[in-house]
């Protein structure tokens, strides 16, 4: 099993949130890999020397005891140890951490490298967290894992999750799944999907050299012109966080809303607003049934731009 060099166990810390899972790790470690979904799926944190944080979860359809996720990894930390000539010595039942309403184990290992790892089962939502942290095998990890393990929360409150990464945070309604990502350099757009609605969160960096040779309508509707197209829109210009932005209403022509013809009409939100201090664009849009907008205003106050928006 690789582990890396370097990355202190003090220095500044941030939280971290993806799924409704949420850590406290130190400010240099960044995502890098995501899969799954809500139910079950895998994340990892690295700085710039390597991973640091590896981040696995699933829904517990029986009665899985923290131990098993535990055995199983440390069988592979011992495999990959004899395969790379060396012997893994292996700590179980470690004192790291006591999360009420949560089974624990902790455990540690030394090979070539040095980590802590645990398993998480919580009697409220019945879900298993495995959080692993790799370090050098001279390196001050132990005080570390406290703060990460001791940090964790597994489930939604409020029926929001929280989305937090890249400096990015937001939160989406319970009741919408990650349907599609793209976590790109200069662009993040997260979409979210649920029975007759979709909500999408997005961030476009260099929002000056954007707006150079357009103005914010102008490259609303390029930027969305597919999402657009068929939507007959009412376009106002307004104050969104403070910052200056605009707003869309829109509705779709009969042939693609049948709905309206049984009290079922489809309508289109969005939000646009250009943050001149990060010196990035941000967009809110939201497809649902009218009269179902509710969560749309909630959206939008839940999208950090900075520390004034």
């Not at 009665?63 to 996720?69: G, I, L, M």
């Not at 050299?209 to 999402?227: I, N, P």
């Not at 943050?275 to 909630?298: D, I, K, S």
Request: proline share 4%.
């Amino acid at each position: 099993m690789a582990t890396q060099q370097g990355s202190s166990a003090g220095g500044e810390l941030k939280r971290f949130g993806w799924q409704a899972i949420e850590l406290t790790v130190p400010a240099d470690w960044e995502l890098v890999t995501t899969q799954g979904k809500y139910e079950s799926g895998y994340v990892a944190l690295a700085d710039n020397e390597g991973v640091r944080l590896q981040l696995r979860w699933d829904s517990d359809a029986g009665k899985v005891d923290a131990s098993e996720p535990a055995g199983r990894h440390i069988r592979l930390i011992r495999k990959a140890a004899r395969k790379a000539g060396t012997d893994a010595k292996v700590s179980r039942d470690l004192s790291l951490t006591s999360l009420r309403g949560k089974q624990i184990e902790c455990y540690g290992w030394e090979a070539d490298g040095r980590g802590l790892g645990m398993v998480s089962r919580c009697e409220e939502c019945k879900r298993i967290v495995h959080v692993v942290l790799l370090g050098a095998a001279d390196g001050p990890l132990r005080k570390l894992a406290r703060t990460v393990f001791s940090s964790l929360k597994d489930h939604p409150e409020d029926g929001r999750l929280l989305w937090k990464f890249f400096d990015l945070e937001f939160s989406s309604p319970d009741n919408l799944s990650l349907r599609r990502q793209a976590l790109q350099t200069g662009c993040i757009q997260m979409v979210f999907a649920g029975r007759c609605a979709e909500l999408a969160f997005e961030r476009v960096s260099l929002a000056q050299v954007v707006l150079a040779s357009k103005s914010l309508r102008q490259w609303v509707r390029e930027f969305h012109a597919s999402e657009l197209k068929h939507w007959f829109l009412d376009i106002s210009e307004a104050r969104v966080r403070g910052h200056p932005g605009l707003t869309m209403r829109g509705r779709p022509p009969l042939i693609l809303n049948p709905g309206r013809l049984i009290g079922r009409p489809r309508e289109l939100r969005l939000a646009c607003w250009h943050c001149p201090e990060t010196n990035r664009l941000f967009v809110v849009r939201q497809t649902a049934l009218r009269g179902r907008q509710e969560g749309f205003e909630r959206a939008i106050e839940g999208l950090k731009c900075c520390p004034e928006g």
